[in-house]
């Protein structure tokens, strides 16, 4: 047995680490079977001396054990030791370490300081000093943060390799600094220049893409600690000693793009100005930092039917574009942006709306390596203007976005499929930089809550989201008030607008998330008072009938069931989806209130969901069982949700499949019914038809748009419509992942991952096969070690192959098997016979009633066992539906059928 990744608060050896009781984590990686921890033992010593020495300690908790040693100080080394023992007579230790950051803002010895440049100078700042150091040096650290967003030089050479420093933040009430090891740039002589843009504090944002939003003028904080070899420590912090000036980055928007002008020298240099800024707002980084995670190659030169010239990058994405060149003094090189081009192959930059995103680039005459700071774009096409000739390898993407940790893989043998996982994964790289927004290239870009709440589960499969939630939903909490609820952005720069179901309960649902996905319990203690409040926001909006039916609603935000109109919010009705929500998340709350051992809370609460449950029917349920509202969302969100009573269960079920045999067997839902309907049929015995609705391929499915060439999810199902043709309604984007949601179904119900306990300490194992996927393999790594599925099914014979983590149990169910088994830590494989065939067959529930009327084995079969139906004087006027639709109106054939579609394919493989 070995331990491996010792983790602290989520990260390998965190250098300025402001938790007070940071929690240690590590993994138990053993060959052998059915390893459980037996006890651990943990020391944390600093500078030789133990601040906390836990001694051996009879558990089997390997994940998130809290330090409770002597109280932390600022800007200091600690060692962590851990051992730990397991059930098979094993032991083995880890070593790790962290670094305290300042602890607290007010430990902030420099001041703030700012410029006062006229307000048309639209150059950044740069504010430098110069100093010498005259001793040897032990240790550099460099504390830094700003208004607006800040790169830091020393001697020329840029500090950290992180973009976008400070991040976002409602900085009325919270401001993050960095940390930075800045061990080897300091020499005798030195510079330290800090440049700073406009950003998301003082930048243009929004719909209405005006500037200011949280102030008008950038600022900076910054001090280097300096330890010499002598034991002596020396600080160079901001303070009215720094002169400010500008330099090459003319401008720089988040929107609109950098201009650099490497030529320009006439810098004019000034004194600074104290600025102002509370330093208790300030914080310490909570996420992981923005990064280049890749660098992606120019793969095609195009020149359009207009004459453009283009670059293919083969992939949408969120970033911006390096150039090397070797450009005349004052030679102007203009990028555009684009996620596509149009149907004649010309440069399509609509989908930015305002966001114009130009970077230009002035040359001075040597050569030249050009990249933005301070400015993102979304694209996988660029134009480039001002280059006579193109040498593509001098041209790469650069993509940026919040570095977390890869936690899962899922492949199958359906290529569409998997290029479906490689869209929503790179949706995710795309729209989680530092907050997770909507989309990452128009005139947004902005926190949207819904959209976060409705891909939280599957964003949490594919990498490790804690930090990055957990960052977010504090600003979150901070930005609620009990007269407007939770915002539908966050940060908030859309002003007061009050609570929107599915939006703002994303301060109920993504803590939980976070709870159930790594067993962080802290999660749910720090955002209880936000989840409460969000359900008593609604509790004081309710009318008599204890249903929130007042004031604006999303709805079922895009779905496709009503006429397009001004409101988009689809035919089921909003407020069904809104108290849908409301027993949900409150039903989620009462469980928090279990967990974190609150009396009072778990009675009200409960009692609060069974009153609402209760309405929820009388109000949107006839005494039959049907739903008021019978879309396929209202029918899934009350199966789903488990809103239904249950002797109407079954009705609502029928009422979603005669619905989805009304669309042949396609969606028609939006943001809040996609996510959850194919779990609510595979949960309710209709995984087949989940597997139908999710492998279509023609409109609207999630395949259309894999097959029209989608590298990214979508924003809606006709952004690209069947003729070519865009959805011109002025809200289109390409790279918007709440479709992309079903990211979870296909890790829990194909690949057959769930958690029964959080955090994966036991576990479902339980893979769904269905037609047209003959095989998956699946992989989550999990705050225990790596959990992996992989199944095929294939010429007879089902093979099953799985992995569970030492320290963790699961229970598996094999497809086809009625027993489950129960299974300790280890590797298992597991082979045996079949008769079912995966391999999708000529004909289906989509073939016309004629094709298979045509079939004289079909005829023979429906004479059988349903005599005079093929005779039937008015079949002839159903030959042209689809055996679903005919379905919809004889849903009591539904068995007959499919069982005459089996004998036509079985017979077509003789
Ligand atoms: C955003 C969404 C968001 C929606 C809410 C749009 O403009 O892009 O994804 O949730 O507005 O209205």
Same mark, same amino acid.
């Given at each position: 047995?070995?331990?491996?990744?010792?983790?602290?608060?989520?990260?390998?050896?965190?250098?300025?680490?402001?938790?007070?009781?940071?929690?240690?984590?590590?993994?138990?990686?053993?060959?052998?079977?059915?390893?459980?921890?037996?006890?651990?033992?943990?020391?944390?010593?600093?500078?030789?001396?133990?601040?906390?020495?836990?001694?051996?300690?009879?558990?089997?908790?390997?994940?998130?054990?809290?330090?409770?040693?002597?109280?932390?100080?600022?800007?200091?080394?600690?060692?962590?030791?851990?051992?730990?023992?397991?059930?098979?007579?094993?032991?083995?230790?880890?070593?790790?370490?962290?670094?305290?950051?300042?602890?607290?803002?007010?430990?902030?010895?420099?001041?703030?300081?700012?410029?006062?440049?006229?307000?048309?100078?639209?150059?950044?700042?740069?504010?430098?000093?110069?100093?010498?150091?005259?001793?040897?040096?032990?240790?550099?650290?460099?504390?830094?943060?700003?208004?607006?967003?800040?790169?830091?030089?020393?001697?020329?050479?840029?500090?950290?390799?992180?973009?976008?420093?400070?991040?976002?933040?409602?900085?009325?009430?919270?401001?993050?600094?960095?940390?930075?090891?800045?061990?080897?740039?300091?020499?005798?002589?030195?510079?330290?220049?800090?440049?700073?843009?406009?950003?998301?504090?003082?930048?243009?944002?929004?719909?209405?893409?005006?500037?200011?939003?949280?102030?008008?003028?950038?600022?900076?904080?910054?001090?280097?600690?300096?330890?010499?070899?002598?034991?002596?420590?020396?600080?160079?912090?901001?303070?009215?000693?720094?002169?400010?000036?500008?330099?090459?980055?003319?401008?720089?928007?988040?929107?609109?793009?950098?201009?650099?002008?490497?030529?320009?020298?006439?810098?004019?240099?000034?004194?600074?100005?104290?600025?102002?800024?509370?330093?208790? =707002?300030? /914080?310490?980084? @909570?996420?992981?930092?923005?990064?280049?995670? #890749?660098?992606?190659? $120019?793969?095609? !030169?195009? %020149?359009?039917?207009?004459?453009?010239?283009?670059?293919?990058?083969?992939?949408?994405?969120?970033?911006?574009?390096?150039?090397?060149?070797?450009?005349?003094?004052?030679?102007?090189?203009?990028?555009?942006?684009?996620?596509?081009?149009?149907?004649?192959?010309?440069?399509?930059?609509?989908?930015?709306?305002?966001?114009?995103?130009?970077?230009?680039?002035?040359?001075?005459?040597?050569?030249?390596?050009?990249?933005?700071?301070?400015?993102?774009?979304?694209? =996988?096409? /660029?134009?480039? @203007?001002?280059?006579?000739?193109?040498?593509? #390898?001098?041209?790469? $993407?650069?993509? !940026?976005? %919040?570095?977390?940790?890869?936690?899962?893989?899922?492949?199958?043998?359906?290529?569409?499929?998997?290029?479906?996982?490689?869209?929503?994964?790179?949706?995710?790289?795309?729209?989680?930089?530092?907050?997770?927004?909507?989309?990452?290239?128009?005139?947004?870009?902005?926190?949207?809550?819904?959209?976060?709440?409705?891909?939280?589960?599957?964003?949490?499969?594919?990498?490790?989201?804690?930090?990055?939630?957990?960052?977010?939903?504090?600003?979150?909490?901070?930005?609620?008030?009990?007269?407007?609820?939770?915002?539908?952005?966050?940060?908030?720069?859309?002003?007061?607008?009050?609570?929107?179901?599915?939006?703002?309960?994303?301060?109920?649902?993504?803590?939980?998330?976070?709870?159930?996905?790594?067993?962080?319990?802290?999660?749910?203690?720090?955002?209880?008072?936000?989840?409460?409040?969000?359900?008593?926001?609604?509790?004081?909006?309710?009318?008599?009938?204890?249903?929130?039916?007042?004031?604006?609603?999303?709805?079922?935000?895009?779905?496709?069931?009503?006429?397009?109109?001004?409101?988009?919010?689809?035919?089921?009705?909003?407020?069904?989806?809104?108290?849908?929500?409301?027993?949900?998340?409150?039903?989620?709350?009462?469980?928090?209130?279990?967990?974190?051992?609150?009396?009072?809370?778990?009675?009200?609460?409960?009692?609060?969901?069974?009153?609402?449950?209760?309405?929820?029917?009388?109000?949107?349920?006839?005494?039959?069982?049907?739903?008021?509202?019978?879309?396929?969302?209202?029918?899934?969100?009350?199966?789903?949700?488990?809103?239904?009573?249950?002797?109407?269960?079954?009705?609502?079920?029928?009422?979603?499949?005669?619905?989805?045999?009304?669309?042949?067997?396609?969606?028609?839902?939006?943001?809040?019914?996609?996510?959850?309907?194919?779990?609510?049929?595979?949960?309710?015995?209709?995984?087949?038809?989940?597997?139908?609705?999710?492998?279509?391929?023609?409109?609207?499915?999630?395949?259309?748009?894999?097959?029209?060439?989608?590298?990214?999810?979508?924003?809606?199902?006709?952004?690209?419509?069947?003729?070519?043709?865009?959805?011109?309604?002025?809200?289109?984007?390409?790279?918007?992942?709440?479709?992309?949601?079903?990211?979870?179904?296909?890790?829990?119900?194909?690949?057959?991952?769930?958690?029964?306990?959080?955090?994966?300490?036991?576990?479902?194992?339980?893979?769904?096969?269905?037609?047209?996927?003959?095989?998956?393999?699946?992989?989550?790594?999990?705050?225990?070690?790596?959990?992996?599925?992989?199944?095929?099914?294939?010429?007879?014979?089902?093979?099953?192959?799985?992995?569970?983590?030492?320290?963790?149990?699961?229970?598996?169910?094999?497809?086809?098997?009625?027993?489950?088994?129960?299974?300790?830590?280890?590797?298992?494989?597991?082979?045996?016979?079949?008769?079912?065939?995966?391999?999708?067959?000529?004909?289906?529930?989509?073939?016309?009633?004629?094709?298979?009327?045509?079939?004289?084995?079909?005829?023979?079969?429906?004479?059988?066992?349903?005599?005079?139906?093929?005779?039937?004087?008015?079949?002839?006027?159903?030959?042209?539906?689809?055996?679903?639709?005919?379905?919809?109106?004889?849903?009591?054939?539904?068995?007959?059928?499919?069982?005459?579609?089996?004998?036509?394919?079985?017979?077509?493989?003789?």
């Amino acid at each position: 047995m070995e331990l491996r990744e010792l983790r602290i608060e989520y990260r390998q050896d965190p250098v300025g680490l402001d938790v007070n009781r940071p929690r240690f984590s590590w993994k138990l990686v053993s060959a052998e079977r059915n390893v459980l921890q037996t006890a651990y033992h943990i020391v944390v010593t600093t500078a030789g001396k133990t601040v906390w020495d836990t001694g051996k300690r009879e558990s089997d908790a390997s994940v998130f054990i809290e330090y409770e040693g002597m109280e932390l100080t600022a800007h200091s080394l600690y060692h962590v030791h851990v051992e730990a023992w397991d059930n098979k007579g094993n032991h083995a230790s880890v070593e790790g370490c962290f670094e305290t950051g300042l602890l607290k803002g007010t430990n902030f010895t420099a001041n703030w300081i700012t410029h006062d440049f006229p307000d048309e100078e639209t150059a950044c700042p740069v504010f430098f000093k110069e100093f010498q150091v005259e001793k040897g040096i032990e240790k550099v650290r460099v504390y830094a943060t700003a208004l607006g967003v800040y790169e830091i030089k020393i001697n020329g050479e840029k500090v950290g390799d992180t973009f976008f420093a400070p991040g976002w933040t409602n900085y009325n009430k919270r401001l993050q600094y960095q940390t930075y090891q800045a061990d080897g740039l300091l020499q005798a002589e030195n510079k330290i220049e800090m440049t700073v843009g406009n950003g998301w504090y003082k930048g243009i944002l929004g719909f209405t893409c005006t500037p200011n939003h949280y102030g008008d003028r950038v600022a900076a904080l910054a001090e280097i600690h300096v330890t010499y070899t002598d034991g002596t420590a020396e600080i160079i912090k901001t303070d009215d000693s720094w002169k400010v000036t500008t330099g090459s980055i003319r401008s720089s928007e988040i929107y609109m793009g950098e201009t650099i002008d490497s030529t320009f020298t006439d810098a004019k240099v000034k004194d600074v100005v104290p600025g102002s800024f509370d330093k208790e =707002r300030l /914080i310490a980084q @909570e996420n992981e930092p923005v990064r280049i995670t #890749e660098r992606i190659p $120019a793969k095609q !030169l195009i %020149t359009t039917p207009k004459g453009e010239k283009v670059i293919d990058f083969g992939q949408n994405l969120t970033g911006f574009v390096k150039v090397k060149v070797r450009g005349e003094a004052g030679q102007t090189i203009i990028i555009r942006h684009a996620e596509t081009l149009d149907k004649d192959g010309n440069f399509y930059p609509d989908t930015l709306r305002q966001a114009i995103s130009v970077d230009t680039f002035i040359c001075n005459g040597e050569e030249q390596t050009f990249l933005p700071h301070f400015t993102f774009h979304g694209f =996988r096409y /660029i134009s480039i @203007e001002g280059l006579d000739e193109i040498n593509l #390898e001098n041209v790469i $993407a650069c993509v !940026l976005h %919040t570095d977390m940790e890869p936690t899962g893989t899922f492949i199958s043998s359906n290529p569409l499929v998997n290029q479906l996982q490689s869209n929503i994964q790179w949706s995710q790289r795309g729209n989680f930089l530092d907050i997770p927004t909507d989309c990452p290239q128009r005139d947004e870009r902005l926190g949207w809550t819904g959209d976060a709440q409705v891909f939280a589960g599957t964003a949490a499969f594919n990498y490790n989201v804690a930090p990055f939630f957990m960052k977010w939903l504090r600003d979150l909490a901070s930005e609620q008030t009990e007269q407007f609820g939770v915002p539908h952005v966050v940060p908030n720069i859309l002003g007061d607008q009050d609570g929107a179901a599915a939006w703002s309960d994303a301060a109920v649902i993504i803590p939980w998330v976070i709870y159930e996905t790594y067993g962080d319990i802290r999660a749910l203690e720090e955002q209880y008072e936000s989840m409460k409040g969000w359900i008593d926001y609604i509790t004081a909006r309710c009318g008599s009938n204890g249903l929130w039916q007042t004031g604006f609603q999303y709805g079922d935000w895009l779905a496709l069931d009503k006429e397009e109109s001004a409101d988009r919010t689809g035919a089921t009705d909003v407020y069904l989806v809104a108290n849908a929500y409301y027993a949900y998340s409150t039903n989620l709350v009462s469980k928090a209130a279990t967990i974190l051992n609150k009396q009072e809370d778990i009675e009200k609460y409960s009692k609060l969901y069974r009153s609402i449950k209760k309405a929820f029917n009388e109000e949107y349920t006839t005494a039959t069982g049907r739903m008021v509202s019978e879309t396929q969302t209202a029918c899934v969100l009350a199966l789903h949700f488990d809103l239904a009573e249950e002797p109407h269960r079954e009705r609502i079920m029928t009422s979603l499949e005669t619905n989805i045999s009304r669309h042949k067997n396609h969606l028609s839902t939006g943001f809040v019914g996609t996510p959850y309907l194919c779990h609510a049929l595979t949960e309710n015995n209709r995984h087949d038809l989940a597997g139908t609705i999710f492998l279509k391929e023609d409109y609207p499915s999630w395949l259309y748009a894999v097959k029209k060439g989608a590298t990214t999810i979508w924003e809606r199902w006709n952004s690209i419509l069947p003729n070519g043709d865009f959805d011109t309604s002025g809200m289109n984007s390409l790279n918007h992942y709440a479709y992309g949601s079903i990211g979870e179904w296909m890790y829990r119900k194909l690949a057959g991952i769930q958690q029964l306990e959080p955090g994966y300490k036991k576990m479902f194992i339980k893979p769904q096969f269905i037609k047209g996927i003959t095989s998956v393999a699946a992989t989550y790594q999990s705050v225990y070690g790596e959990i992996k599925t992989a199944w095929s099914c294939q010429n007879k014979r089902i093979n099953v192959e799985v992995e569970i983590p030492a320290n963790t149990t699961a229970i598996l169910y094999l497809p086809e098997k009625e027993e489950p088994i129960e299974l300790g830590s280890g590797r298992y494989q597991y082979e045996y016979e079949t008769t079912t065939v995966l391999e999708t067959g000529r004909f289906s529930i989509d073939s016309t009633l004629k094709e298979i009327l045509d079939e004289p084995l079909a005829v023979q079969l429906l004479n059988q066992h349903a005599p005079g139906l093929t005779e039937h004087p008015m079949i002839e006027f159903a030959y042209n539906l689809s055996v679903s639709e005919v379905l919809a109106q004889a849903p009591e054939s539904g068995d007959l059928f499919k069982s005459v579609i089996d004998a036509l394919n079985n017979a077509g493989k003789k």
